[in-house]
């Protein structure tokens, strides 16, 4: 049997975790495996999630470096990387089994909605994976799966903590161009919805420039709004 790790990163997620969980409960009961990657959270995160999780293992802060301690962790042949926010399709752990298996790639990720009220998000979604499909670079937000072997065969995302997504599709373009999945899952819109659409989409126009041209990545990170990285 070909089994998935479904990576979780999280940092104070005690109102939504049960939330996150509660619907991978059915891959746990096909043998798949759901690991949460804890960034040092001050709420009850870790306790909400031991019941609904494989495990729960604290890493240093940082998506990337959550992401990684918990493919270090992992025993599946395919790692899935999953934000507190995501919800995968019906099916995920077949289509991306099959997926992988048929086309013969080496990583891929799904078509993305976006959940909220404003209708340009929507317009949003769309243009994110029609980049995606053309430029064969993924984002967080689309569910980054791959096979772990090819994994650790890059290196795993890179220790920054913004563009991480855009760094790790890059080294797994040398490998072959992602298997686009048309499934969606099905993101939050709240960062969108809580700054303002048309702020936002600036803002990542902005940044993704930056990072274009050879701009720090800690440097945007800051811009973005994370603050300076904990020292």
């Given at each position: 049997?070909?089994?998935?790790?479904?990576?979780?990163?999280?940092?104070?997620?005690?109102?939504?975790?049960?939330?996150?969980?509660?619907?991978?409960?059915?891959?746990r009961?096909?043998?798949?495996?759901?690991?949460?990657?804890?960034?040092?959270?001050?709420?009850?995160?870790r306790?909400?999630?031991?019941?609904?999780?494989?495990?729960?293992?604290?890493?240093?802060r940082g998506?990337?470096?959550?992401m990684?301690?918990?493919a270090?962790d992992?025993?599946?042949?395919i790692?899935?990387?999953?934000?507190?926010?995501?919800?995968?399709?019906?099916?995920a752990?077949?289509?991306?089994i099959?997926?992988?298996?048929?086309?013969?790639?080496?990583?891929?990720?799904?078509?993305?909605?976006?959940?909220?009220?404003?209708?340009?998000?929507?317009?949003?979604?769309?243009?994110?994976?029609?980049?995606?499909?053309?430029?064969?670079?993924?984002?967080?937000?689309?569910?980054?799966?791959a096979?772990?072997?090819?994994?650790?065969?890059?290196?795993?995302?890179?220790?920054?903590?913004?563009?991480?997504?855009?760094?790790?599709?890059?080294?797994?373009?040398?490998?072959?161009?992602?298997?686009?999945?048309?499934?969606?899952?099905?993101?939050?819109?709240?960062?969108?919805?809580?700054?303002?659409?048309w702020?936002?989409?600036?803002?990542?126009?902005?940044?993704?420039?930056?990072?274009?041209?050879?701009?720090?990545?800690?440097?945007?990170?800051?811009?973005?709004?994370y603050?300076?990285?904990?020292?």
């Amino acid at each position: 049997m070909t089994r998935l790790s479904i990576v979780i990163p999280v940092l104070n997620e005690a109102a939504g975790v049960a939330d996150t969980l509660a619907p991978l409960q059915t891959l746990r009961g096909e043998g798949h495996e759901v690991i949460l990657s804890d960034g040092g959270s001050e709420d009850s995160t870790r306790d909400l999630a031991m019941a609904l999780c494989d495990r729960v293992i604290i890493a240093p802060r940082g998506r990337a470096l959550q992401m990684n301690a918990g493919a270090r962790d992992a025993v599946g042949d395919i790692l899935l990387f999953l934000h507190a926010d995501t919800r995968l399709p019906e099916g995920a752990s077949k289509l991306i089994i099959d997926g992988l298996a048929d086309s013969g790639k080496k990583w891929g990720r799904f078509d993305v909605v976006i959940d909220g009220k404003p209708k340009m998000l929507c317009v949003i979604a769309f243009m994110m994976n029609l980049r995606s499909r053309l430029t064969g670079i993924a984002t967080g937000d689309q569910a980054i799966f791959a096979r772990a072997e090819a994994f650790r065969a890059v290196g795993g995302f890179p220790d920054q903590r913004l563009m991480e997504d855009i760094a790790f599709s890059t080294k797994m373009k040398g490998m072959g161009s992602p298997l686009c999945l048309r499934e969606k899952v099905v993101t939050s819109g709240r960062r969108w919805e809580k700054n303002g659409v048309w702020r936002t989409i600036f803002l990542m126009w902005r940044l993704r420039a930056a990072y274009f041209f050879g701009a720090d990545p800690e440097e945007l990170a800051v811009r973005y709004g994370y603050g300076p990285r904990p020292k």
